[in-house]
């Protein structure tokens, strides 16, 4: 399949070949025709197949159709991202896909100053990716208002709506407007997720590539039991292999990123780190230097795990396993992109096998031989935390499109291809 059979029109067309774009992902395949049809959407995909190109390219395409023009401090269309780094990407990739339509896009991020971002609104924006804190600041400012944006995304639905986020979230959909078109995509969908976008989505179509729980294929994964003072010895050990080219390396806690980081640096491993309290332009520079190959390793938190996309990532090595099993599909998810293999190795220290159990829950499948798991019941092994690797309901939706494909993606119902609006009960206060 090509991306001309989604639909699209030819500027977009166009720019996807500038961009070497030329097979449409299982993800793009099914959202694109349905999104453009008017359905809202609930996608669940695995990290790295393109879930950004799926809700962009619809979006843009019903944005260029209607030939309005952006007023000062109301953009149109809302992309919700819940790391800088994320949003950026976003926001490049829509610059990317928009080269040949007059449409104005423009990013709203904390570390760095507002003044920029303010002036970008005052000119009107077609698109705003955003962060829900200072888009949340701007808004209390006077600085923007979502009355006009027809268009929400939520991308990284699951962390976006965990409960650091969901009350931000919630104050910032509700300023939408009613008739607005959305579209929740993630890696994870838990139960938890899907009953907060059972509030924000109207008679969604669900897309489900592949299960939301379930890594790639293409990543062999391994577990080392290990006391955690040995922990650095044993990553300093494997980094002597050269087939280690490019390394992320999570950790649990700012303090640790930049200690590891700065340990690596003094014997001899180019290292950065990479988290929430380093400024912007600090966070860009590593991943620059990162992307360049200057540093072989970046050392990073959960928060910046998902804004990290970069090519050629050899392996991922989890120094602390995640508190939270979720963060785990995410953090494996930076290699093996694009198509290729990669490799993801988790350190886990005794205090720590609760955690590696619940990840296992969430795959429904054992990251450890059981002849190698020093688990308490779980195999033959003694626990002595050394071992080997093993192996918006009630609203109005927006019936768009053109009379194009009327049957939904992944055995939805037929999208309202005529050009009218389907219309909901009002939306409960």
Known sequence: MTFSALGLAEPLLKALEAAQFTIPTPIQQQAIPAVLEGSDMLGVAQTGTGKTAAFALPMLQHLSADKKTAQPRRPRALILAPTRELALQIDQSIRVFAKFLNIRAGVVIGGVGQHGQVKALNRGLDVLTACPGRLLDLMNQGCVALDDVEYLVLDEADRMLDMGFVRDVKKIVAKTREDRLTQFFSATMTREVEALAADMLYEPIRIQVTPGTVPVERIEQSVIFVEGSRKRGLLNEMLNDDAMSRVIVFTRTKHGANRLAQQLEKDGVPSDALHGNKSQSAREKALARFKRGQ???????????????????????????????????????????????????????????????????????????????????????????????????????????????????????????????????????
């Open 295 to 429: 540093a072989r390793v970046l050392v990073a938190t959960d928060i910046a795990a998902r804004g990290i996309d970069v090519d050629g990532v050899s392996h991922v090595v989890n120094f602390d396993v995640p508190m939270e099993p979720e963060a785990y599909v995410h953090r494996i998810g930076r290699t093996a992109r694009k198509g290729a293999e990669g490799v993801a190795v988790t350190f886990c220290g005794p205090d720590e096998y609760a955690k590696l159990s619940d990840i296992e829950r969430l795959l429904k499948r054992p990251l450890v031989d059981p002849a190698n798991d020093p688990r308490p019941q779980r195999g033959g092994g003694k626990p002595t935390g050394e071992g080997k690797p093993g192996g918006g309901k009630g609203r109005r939706n927006r019936g768009r499109g053109k009379g194009g494909p009327g049957q939904g993606a992944a055995g939805g119902k037929p999208g309202a291809g005529q050009g009218g609006r389907r219309r909901g009960p009002p939306r409960a206060a």
